[in-house]
């Protein structure tokens, strides 16, 4: 998906993002989690993006590297965190880890849903390339987009106030437009979805909850924990997850 990564390098969009400081609901779940553990871990912060992830992990850890395929991005973080000891900021794709050998981390994080900015044979590659430089015990822990949330965005919701119908309307109408096929496309197990992020510029894949599971145990990674985004909450697993619907969650792996 070139035009996803065209823009991830724009600078405007770089800066927007350098403003966003918190963790969400589950990666604050996670990252109390961890905590106890994280002055010996060897982290890789995956699409790091302006440093959101940095201000939170990167002072924690034995050694923290951050990669991201966006120039811009990188720029920033440099800037932000030109003190940050035993730490380094790389130009990466996530899907070519080849400068990092086998089992060099402890932990590695792809955090808000950077994982479905590429098609699915690249994503497949990245799971492969995440599972051979984590070290045997090591944590994996990412978000994705869940396929069983789409079929929220094509229902329209009514409002008894007009402004606001108008633009529920208008919504429905280009989500409709962008997406005509999109009936078939939540009958398969993943597949490539406009959702309207940043004004239907883009395309990012969603999935089913249980074929993420599926993917993740296809290349070794097991004890697989799912955490909701509403509440950072992890999901019991006395419930149904075909029947979850929040529109992404996340995953934490361990090897």
């Not at 390098?9 to 994280?38: C, G, I, Q, W």
């Not at 932000?80 to 060099?104: G, W």
């Not at 239907?200 to 993740?216: C, V």
Request: include cysteine; charged fraction near 30%.
């Amino acid at each position: 998906m070139k035009k996803v990564k065209e823009f991830w390098e724009k600078e405007d969009v770089a800066s927007h993002y350098s403003r966003n400081t918190h963790l969400f609901p589950p990666e604050a779940t996670v990252f109390e989690m961890l905590r106890p553990e994280l002055s010996r871990m060897r982290m890789l912060d995956i699409g790091v993006g302006a440093g959101r992830t940095s201000l939170y992990f990167g002072d924690k850890v034995r050694e923290y590297v951050a990669i991201d395929y966006s120039a811009s991005m990188l720029e920033i973080c440099k800037e932000r965190f030109s003190s940050l000891p035993s730490s380094s900021f790389q130009i990466r794709d996530a899907a070519n880890l080849q400068e990092y050998a086998d089992e060099s981390f402890d932990f590695v994080l792809f955090s808000y849903n950077g994982i479905d900015s590429v098609e699915h044979s690249k994503r497949m590659r990245i799971f492969e390339e995440i599972r051979r430089v984590c070290a045997p015990g090591a944590y994996f822990f990412f978000s994705s987009h869940n396929l069983l949330y789409v079929e929220e965005l094509f229902r329209l919701k009514l409002s008894y106030h007009p402004r606001v119908f108008i633009n529920k309307l208008r919504k429905y109408i280009s989500y409709r437009k962008h997406n005509k096929n999109w009936r078939e496309k939540i009958k398969e197990q993943h597949a490539i979805i406009n959702d309207g992020a940043h004004r239907f510029s883009i395309m990012l894949y969603y999935i089913k909850p249980e074929e993420q599971i599926r993917q993740l145990h296809k290349y070794g990674f097991k004890q697989i924990e799912i955490f909701l985004l509403s509440n950072g909450e992890q999901f019991h697993q006395d419930s149904k997850i075909e029947l979850n619907k929040e529109d992404w969650l996340s995953y934490l792996c361990k090897i």
